[in-house]
């Protein structure tokens, strides 16, 4: 029987860009006419219209939205061509629910942030990525270090709670110049800061710099310089780490994020989107993802009328049920995302669901003797966040560490 919460977070991906940043591994377009966003968020609505009342029937408990995250891509291309799309969405939207809207500074003006507020954006993440001209010159990103300054203050007068993401690791950046951007950043009237560390990935123009030798990573101890740099000035001036790459004011935890974080159910709509959806179809839960080609989320729409079950969801052209699911995948997923949050992971939730035992692998024993790691009297594992930077190795020590009877 399934289980399903009566809470989830709702994840919408706004595809489109005016060009594409080099580092970028997201799924996105720069091709794209004046309509087809427009008749995009049309063919969101339909999708949101379907699958969440076909969730709310699953739930017995009734279903509402905790959180609402536009993510992209570039959300901050469009405003007020959200309104219908939110008008649908609002009998969901529980009455505090977060609403989130990532955007690119050089598209933030007063006139669309009034437009932003009154449809019930309350939380605005700006991608700022560096305060410096020639870290955003090397991540060939469209503002200027002004343009970011200006869109964060018009931002703060008029958002409740702001979060800036920044970029460490580009090229030829030394710690002086980490330390200006983080005392740029923490010099604004900000609520959250997302700190992300380069990485050359996929099939990005960078990556594939980086593969022919042409670009070179910053040295993996001068990464974690900057991360222990960051961990410090941060912790001097009263913010709470909250994850390995986001820290927020008191009061300012990111909700939606924290859902990803701590394996709760979310629903993603939009080409390349993710969801879980935590007690459905088992007790490990059911994931899928679709498509990142924007012609299956087309196909689908055809047949939305259809699905009259959550099940019929996962027949859908374009929708990619993940199968094979048993306690091993959970758990890694668990611990993964756990083990690098303040929160940590719980040994004793987990042996319970699972019917595995915590027998702490040596390295993790030297973990707890040495104080690097810590096990509570209620069974919380949690790593210390200078150790949050060596997140992945410590990840699979401490899944390594549950054995099935
Ligand atoms: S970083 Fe943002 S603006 Fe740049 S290509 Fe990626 S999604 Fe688009």
């Known amino acids: 029987?399934?289980?399903?919460?009566?809470?989830?977070?709702?994840?919408?991906?706004?595809?489109?860009?005016?060009?594409?940043?080099?580092?970028?591994?997201?799924?996105?377009?720069?091709?794209?006419?004046?309509n087809d966003p427009t008749s995009y968020l049309q063919i969101l609505q339909q999708y949101a219209e379907t699958w969440l009342p076909l969730i709310a029937q699953e739930s017995p408990g009734g279903l509402e939205v905790r959180t609402l995250f536009f993510g992209g891509g570039t959300p901050s291309l469009l405003d007020a061509a959200y309104q219908p799309l939110m008008e649908s969405l609002r009998p969901w939207l529980r009455k505090d629910a977060e609403i989130s809207l990532e955007a690119n500074p050089e598209h933030v003006t007063q006139e669309r942030l009034a437009i932003w507020a009154g449809l019930g954006i309350n939380r605005l993440s700006l991608g700022a990525q560096s305060f410096q001209a020639r870290g955003l010159k090397f991540l060939t990103r469209e503002h200027s270090p002004e343009k970011a300054r200006d869109a964060v203050r018009m931002a703060t007068a008029i958002i409740p709670n702001v979060n800036i993401d920044l970029i460490y690791g580009w090229q030829d950046q030394d710690l002086s110049d980490w330390e200006r951007d983080l005392a740029e950043a923490t010099a604004l009237d900000i609520q959250h800061l997302s700190l992300y560390t380069l990485t050359?990935?996929?099939?990005?123009?960078?990556?594939?710099?980086?593969?022919?030798?042409?670009?070179?990573?910053?040295?993996?101890?001068?990464?974690?310089?900057?991360?222990?740099?960051?961990?410090?000035?941060?912790?001097?001036?009263?913010?709470?780490?909250?994850?390995?790459?986001?820290?927020?004011?008191?009061?300012?935890?990111?909700?939606?994020?924290?859902?990803?974080?701590?394996?709760?159910s979310y629903l993603g709509l939009g080409n390349g989107s993710h969801s879980f959806l935590d007690g459905y179809g088992g007790p490990w839960g059911t994931r899928w993802s679709q498509d990142p080609n924007l012609r299956w989320l087309q196909e689908g729409q055809k047949i939305l009328n259809d699905a009259s079950s959550l099940d019929a969801i996962f027949n859908m052209p374009g929708v990619h049920r993940e199968t094979a699911r048993a306690a091993p995948e959970w758990l890694l997923e668990v611990v993964s995302s756990g083990i690098r949050t303040i929160q940590g992971i719980n040994v004793n939730a987990i042996c319970v669901k699972t019917g595995y035992n915590f027998r702490p692998r040596p390295s993790i024993e030297q973990a707890l003797r040495q104080g690097l790691m810590c096990l509570g009297p209620d069974g919380s594992l949690t790593l210390r966040e200078e150790e949050w930077y060596r997140e992945t190795g410590w990840a699979l020590e401490a899944s390594l560490s549950f054995v099935a009877p």
């Open 1 to 34: 029987m399934n289980q399903l919460p009566a809470s989830i977070g709702l994840y919408l991906h706004i595809p489109f860009c005016t060009r594409i940043c080099h580092y970028c591994d997201f799924v996105k377009t720069a091709r794209f006419t004046a």
């Open 200 to 264: 050359y990935e996929g099939r990005t123009p960078m990556a594939r710099m980086h593969r022919r030798g042409v670009l070179e990573a910053l040295p993996d101890d001068r990464l974690e310089s900057m991360y222990l740099m960051a961990c410090q000035t941060l912790r001097d001036q009263g913010w709470a780490h909250e994850e390995v790459s986001n820290w927020h004011k008191p009061g300012f935890a990111s909700v939606h994020n924290s859902i990803y974080w701590h394996s709760g």
